[in-house]
């Protein structure tokens, strides 16, 4: 005997699709289009409205109008829907508004952090990660392993929000941290809580997005060869800024061991290229031209990106990472050189001296 389930029940494996999808119709239905580059994102072209959606979690991006009011009303009348009016808290981040411009901040959220890893009374620091700690940490054994691996997994998953909301400046240690997840040791723990201390520090720090900016896209893309003891990959990262704001950051170990810096390099710029196509269907679902420039500071790299004939330096390079050559032949963006000391996405290779990353992160959060 089997039961047949008329209706969805909550907290079922297949609820949070079915539950995405009622949403979705009754959104098309009220003409609105699925957006080309997010699932979850929903836009109204003639009315230029935008709807986001994280579970049963909703954020209306429009200017006051009877078309708003009109279709949260209808919304109501389908869903139990309650209006929170202008958003000033969204996952955890919280919004404020000036004439300026537009803030992001995780205060709430880290200190809620600290105090659940015993860290909220901790001594501050000025650095992510001690730079000396950074290069002697290694893979763990299963002899050296702590008493409690979920405990610093938790710390480092923890941390990850913090990255992916409003905390840039994490990326690449969290990163590197990351993948100790399955053996940590004392070293590794220790870093992670050396972390937290920073963030205490620093749990103020917000992302500032300014009004009235002129729109153009610029990316940053670097690398730092041969970085991870254990495997000799390097470590990719990017960030890319809509006028002064970041909106966009990643850092990566690369899939590949590279032979030289200038490969790594490539690598890294080919990863950028990426992100930027899929940032470039954000701008045409949102009726915007905005003129696209990446980044980088080797001129190597530049060098190959800019001529298609194979040479040495890139005859066994992957094929798919010559997408970022392909797209600047075809136009897709300017290719611009930048000084080392200059490039944004160094703070998302390596660990730095207090000095760079302090100059490097205040430029990203638009301080």
């Not at 008329?6 to 079915?18: T, V």
């Not at 109204?44 to 709807?51: A, L, S, V």
């Not at 959220?109 to 992510?128: C, G, N, Q």
């Not at 991870?228 to 809509?242: D, E, H, M």
Request: net charge neutral.
């Amino acid at each position: 005997m089997v039961w047949k389930l008329n209706k969805c029940l909550y907290g079922l494996k297949q609820s949070a699709r079915e539950w995405h999808g009622r949403f979705s119709r009754s959104l098309l239905e009220t003409g609105f289009q699925k957006s080309t580059f997010d699932p979850c994102v929903f836009v109204h072209h003639d009315e230029n409205i935008y709807i986001s959606v994280y579970v049963d979690d909703i954020a209306l991006y429009a200017s006051p109008s009877i078309h708003l009011t009109a279709l949260v009303d209808e919304l109501k009348k389908e869903f139990d829907l309650t209006d929170m009016g202008t958003a000033s808290w969204l996952l955890g981040i919280h919004i404020t508004y000036s004439p300026a411009g537009i803030t992001l901040s995780q205060h709430a959220y880290i200190e809620k952090v600290l105090k659940r890893f015993d860290m909220d009374s901790s001594r501050p620091v000025s650095t992510p990660l001690d730079i000396k700690l950074s290069k002697q940490l290694q893979k763990g054994t299963p002899e050296q392993q702590i008493d409690d691996p979920s405990y610093y997994q938790s710390i480092i998953g923890s941390l990850m929000y913090a990255v992916t909301g409003t905390r840039p400046d994490l990326a690449h240690t969290i990163s590197l941290l990351s993948q100790f997840n399955s053996c940590p040791n004392e070293s590794h723990l220790t870093a992670a809580k050396h972390v937290l201390r920073y963030l205490r520090a620093t749990k103020d720090w917000t992302l500032f997005y300014p009004a009235n900016e002129k729109l153009y896209l610029e990316g940053y893309a670097d690398a730092d060869y041969a970085t991870c003891l254990s495997t000799r990959r390097s470590f990719s990262g990017y960030v890319f800024c809509l006028g002064r704001a970041a909106i966009s950051w990643r850092t990566r170990k690369q899939d590949v061991v590279t032979t030289s810096t200038t490969e790594a390099e490539y690598l890294a710029l080919s990863l950028a290229c990426r992100q930027l196509q899929w940032l470039q269907k954000v701008f045409v679902d949102f009726n915007l031209s905005v003129p696209c420039a990446l980044r980088c500071d080797n001129t190597a790299t530049i060098s190959i990106t800019e001529d298609d004939k194979i040479n040495d330096r890139s005859k066994h390079i992957d094929v798919h990472y010559h997408k970022v050559q392909e797209e600047y032949l075809k136009g897709t963006f300017e290719l611009l050189y930048v000084r080392s000391d200059q490039n944004l996405a160094d703070i998302f290779t390596k660990t730095l001296p207090r000095p760079t990353h302090d100059r490097l992160a205040k430029t990203i959060r638009c301080a």
